[in-house]
């Protein structure tokens, strides 16, 4: 588990993490989800002690991450495997030896036929057998990124934290390396951190997530309840997803599909039990991991108001006037 309480972090005279707590648990996919300039990677790199903090703490299955012991912190690094937007992979070095690099760093023997078949069943996890000795040039982003994934595992890590691990590849590409995340968070248990500004890579795997705004935490909790009814200005516009469009006449309402109720036809009920007629006028579904959840406005006559209103609250559905 990582634990973060009240983390502040400046450089020189600008305080970028602002008193940031949030509590990863053991086994989730928790993504760290902002806008560029948020303080996401510094917040990352400070959990990995890439980077030291000012004040709070980080605690890391009960060790403190601090970068007085570095030995103890170079300990806590072994155990978290990373992966970057840029790869990071040495040009030179073809798939096998850029999976094997970390061996060679700890001083692991990479010719022992333990690492050998470790190596070769991670480069196997990630699909990339065939590629077992291309250079990084000769391979696809997506590619790059899997020979990345499998160096990131190659010590056998309790987590792997991914600063923006798909933001280089194009939507199809980033879908099949969340599905290999999410399957080595399943198949192996190990805790995954996410740092994105993609809302795609949130919707997709992530368990919890918390919203990041200018050094601090605006919201924490279930994608699907931070970013259907967002309750903070901040990550309404993050999404940039309500419509300017709505009618100027009548009454906006927007009803909300949040899990439990999505199966309920509430608008076709509504229409008949009430005997009218409304417009929808704006709409969105989406997939969060396997359901799904969204909103949609209905525009409806003054005179209605009272009996669509009457009727939402009779169905127990979330709704509100706009
Ligand atoms: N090494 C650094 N020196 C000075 N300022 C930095 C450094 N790293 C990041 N910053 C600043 O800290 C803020 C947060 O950056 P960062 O953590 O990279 O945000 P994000 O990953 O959410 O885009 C930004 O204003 C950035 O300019
Ligand atoms: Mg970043």
């Known amino acids: 588990m990582i634990e973060i309480s009240n983390v502040r972090k400046s450089f020189q005279d600008v305080e970028v993490l602002k008193g940031i707590s949030l509590e990863i648990k053991d086994h989730e996919i928790y993504g760290i989800v902002g806008q560029s300039g948020a303080g996401k990677s510094t917040l990352l790199r400070c959990i990995n002690g890439l980077e030291p903090y000012d004040s709070g703490k980080i605690v890391v299955d009960g060790t403190l991450v601090s970068s007085q012991d570095k030995a103890q912190l170079r300990n806590l690094q072994k155990r978290m495997g990373m992966i970057f937007q840029s790869f990071n992979l040495l040009e030179r070095l073809d798939v096998y030896e850029n999976v094997a690099l970390p061996m060679k760093f700890w001083g692991i023997s990479t010719k022992s036929e333990e690492s050998k078949k470790k190596i070769r069943e991670l480069i196997g996890l990630v699909g990339l057998e065939e590629k077992m000795h291309a250079k990084p040039r000769e391979l696809s982003g997506g590619q790059k990124q899997r020979v990345a994934i499998a160096r990131a595992l190659v010590l056998d890590p309790q987590f792997l934290l991914c600063d923006e691990a798909t933001s280089a590849l194009d939507p199809e590409i980033t879908k099949g390396i969340l599905s290999l995340l999410q399957r080595i968070n399943r198949e192996m248990g190990i805790t995954v951190a996410i740092v994105t500004h993609q ?78 007629d409304f417009s929808i006028c704006w709409a969105k579904l989406e997939d969060f991991r396997d359901n799904v959840y969204g909103s949609l406005v209905l525009n409806v006559e003054e005179a209605d108001k009272e009996a669509v209103c009457n009727f939402l609250e009779s169905k127990k559905v979330a709704w509100e006037v706009l």
């Open 199 to 276: 809302m795609e890579v949130v919707k997709q795997i992530c368990g919890r997530v918390a919203f990041l705004h200018n050094g601090s935490v605006l919201a924490q909790g279930r994608p699907e309840e931070l970013f259907i009814r967002p309750a903070h200005p901040e990550i309404k516009a993050f999404l940039r997803d309500s419509s300017e469009l709505l009618p100027t006449e009548g009454v906006n309402i927007q009803i909300f599909f949040l899990g439990e109720d999505s199966g309920e036809p509430v608008v076709t009920q509504m229409a008949r039990e009430l005997g009218r």
